[in-house]
C-alpha cells in the first residue's frame, strides 16, 4: 500500500512539475471529444526500484514510461477505455505500445514503456476507445539517456 501511495505521489509531482512548466509552453493535456486527456512520457529511471517493481515497470536509463490519464469533461472523472498506440521515431521505425491500466482510488491511468536512444524524438499516436467512442492523441517527445 505504501508503494502505491509513493507512485502516486510520484506521478502528481511530475504532473504538477510539468504543470508549472507548461504554464508558459503548453499545457500537458488535450480536449478530445469529450475527455480532457493528460499525458506524460519520462526517463524510467525517475520511478524509485521498489515501486516499478510493483508496477512491473523496467527501470533503464534508455527506457521511457508513458503515463495517460482520461477524464470526463463535464466532472474530471477518471474514465476507464482501451488504450492502443505507436510510437515513431524520426527515421520511421514504429513500435507498438502496450497500455496496462492502474486504478488507485479514484484514479484511473494507463502505462506503456518505450526503449530509446540518447536524444530520440518520437511521435506518439494513440487511439482512445470508451464504448466505441474512438479519439486520437498525438504528441511527441524527446528522450535523454541517463
Known amino acids: 500500500m505504501k508503494q ?3 507512485f502516486t505521489f510520484l ?3 511530475l504532473f504538477l512539475n ?3 512548466a507548461n504554464e508558459q509552453t503548453g499545457a500537458q493535456f488535450k ?3 469529450p475527455w480532457e486527456v493528460h499525458y506524460i512520457a519520462f526517463p524510467s529511471t525517475f520511478i524509485q526500484p521498489n515501486i516499478a517493481k510493483n508496477y512491473d515497470l523496467d527501470r533503464s536509463p534508455s527506457k521511457g514510461v508513458i503515463n495517460i490519464s482520461v477524464l470526463k469533461n463535464s466532472d474530471k472523472t477518471a474514465q476507464t477505455a482501451t488504450l492502443t498506440g505507436t510510437a515513431r521515431n524520426l527515421l520511421g521505425n514504429s513500435k507498438q505500445l502496450e ?3 492502474v486504478i488507485e482510488g479514484d484514479a484511473i ?3 506503456a514503456q518505450i526503449d530509446y536512444s540518447n536524444e530520440e524524438i518520437y511521435r506518439f499516436n494513440i487511439e482512445i476507445n ?3 467512442q474512438i479519439q486520437t492523441l498525438k504528441f511527441q517527445q524527446k528522450f535523454y539517456v541517463d
Do not use: T, V
Request: with cysteine; glycine share 10%; aromatic share 20%.
Open 18 to 20: 510539468f504543470a508549472k
Open 130 to 132: 470508451k464504448n466505441g
Open 31 to 33: 480536449q478530445l471529444g
Open 99 to 101: 497500455f496496462k491500466e
Open 4 to 6: 502505491i501511495i509513493l
Open 11 to 13: 506521478c502528481l509531482s
Open 109 to 111: 491511468y494507463y502505462l
